[in-house]
């Protein structure tokens, strides 16, 4: 091998070294970009949680998730409905809720909060959910996976994310932000499963 040669697969060593370096670090770049669905998930815990415990909102819900239920919200009961409550579970989340009567561990729940559209038709006064206003998430973990992490905790995570900023979790502190709508489904492990017929069913079986 003359020495021309041996310059020239030098050169091309390096050159190879170079592009795997950089195709790791864009990789690991992607993985741990903000609202990666997989982002550095925890230890496959959930691909909607980080090792730190952040969590990202489920962007495809409607495509690939069961609707359970949709709770229409009135400010006060003379009033008219001011918001819809559409929620959405996975499909396996479900048929495991089914069996054992609670959600596994990594099960994520996505409420999706809508503005109302409403008109009289043939059929009655008809209202029907619009524009998204926001979105809450809670991802189940029984086993207290991240404790001094304030948006976990009472057997969830929990999260909110608002229609002009989808990727960003506002939500502080599970306790004051989140848990206390929840605190009349308290004894369904925090979840409104009276609103969700296929749920509802199961529990009235136990």
Known sequence: MNTRTLHLLTVCCLIATAL????????????????????GAADTFSPFVTQGGAISRPADYRETFVHLGTYAVTPKPSQPIAEMHNVYARSEDVRAFLKDGKFPDGAPLVKEVTNVGTEKLTTGQADWSTDTRLWFVMIKDSKGRFPG?????????????????????????????????????????????RGYPTLRDRKKTD
């Open 149 to 193: 992490n304030a948006l976990w905790g009472d057997g969830w995570g929990w999260a909110l994310f608002m229609a002009n900023e989808p990727l960003k979790n506002v939500a502080t502190d599970y306790q004051t932000d989140c848990k206390s709508c929840h605190v009349p489904a308290k004894k369904d492990d925090w979840v409104y499963i």
């Open 20 to 39: 795997v370096a950089a195709t790791i670090a864009t990789g690991a770049s992607h993985r741990d970009a903000p609202g990666d669905s997989s982002a």
